[in-house]
Nanobody, 115 residues
Framework: QVQVVESGGGLVQPGGSLRLSCAAS????????MAWYRQAPGKQRELVAR???????YYGDSVKGRFSMSKDNAKNTEYLQMSSLKPEDTAVYYC?????????WGRGTQVTVSS
């Protein structure tokens, strides 16, 4: 069974840091790409970051320079390191894995940036 599981969310003060993890398993083929999206209440889903199988990365303008994405192939896990967090970063963060023409999603992890 395909599983995509996020973890690492929580409450952090503005200016703080947090690292999210995404563990993917059960795929017949390795994902072509993995990505982080987020959705805040009343706002549209937003692409945060994406990494390809070759390790190429993309970051949304709103997080560029503050967030970084990496992966640990041995653990089949990807990470989103978030720093200089702002209240507007508050959202549910979702991990996705693209295999062929299909996207598989985790259930999300809540990140709240507040003093």
């Amino acid at each position: 069974q395909v599983q995509v599981v996020e973890s690492g969310g929580g409450l952090v003060q503005p200016g703080g840091s947090l690292r999210l993890s995404c563990a993917a398993s059960g795929f017949i083929f390795s994902p072509n790409a993995m990505a982080w999206y987020r959705q805040a209440p009343g706002k549209q889903r937003e692409l945060v970051a994406r990494i390809t199988a070759a390790g190429e990365t993309y970051y949304g303008d709103s997080v560029k320079g503050r967030f970084s994405m990496s992966k640990d192939n041995a653990k089949n896990t990807e990470y989103l390191q978030m720093s200089s967090l702002k209240p507007e970063d508050t959202a549910v963060y979702y991990c996705s894995a693209r295999v062929g023409l299909s996207d598989y999603w985790g259930r999300g992890t809540q990140v709240t940036v507040s003093s």
